[in-house]
């Protein structure tokens, strides 16, 4: 299971910068304002409470810096998918510690949904 959830993460990150660089036309503020708005979803889906929610953006916040700094690592692809799975790894144990059972599944089973669309997006 947590094998699953640690692919399911990489493959949305991977799929992230794959649509990045095909669709050069897009903005990097666009793409921004759709993470906030997918974000400010999972967020609102979750019911994240007081004491929860900076936590929340913290670890994302820093999944995010790690992503951006793997997208501009020179290494090889290979040293790129281990690292980029450590870091998806590390954001889903923090995420299984600080949400609740419930919620847990509901950030699970956004991550399929995001799977999935990116899944979509690639075969057309």
Partial sequence: MK????????????SFAASAQTAGTKSTGDQKKKLKARMDTLE???KLTAEQ??????????????????KQDDGSRLSKYR???AVTKGRNEKMKDLLTAEQYKIFQ?????MKDELKS???Q
């Fill in 3 to 14: 094998n699953l959830i640690a692919c399911t993460v990489l493959i949305l990150s991977l």
């Fill in 53 to 70: 929610q900076p936590k929340f953006e913290e670890i994302n916040a820093h999944f995010f810096e790690e992503m951006a700094k793997l």
């Fill in 121 to 123: 997006m690639r075969s």
């Fill in 83 to 85: 690292k980029l799975k």
């Fill in 44 to 46: 609102t889906e979750l």
């Fill in 109 to 113: 089973a956004h991550q399929k949904e």
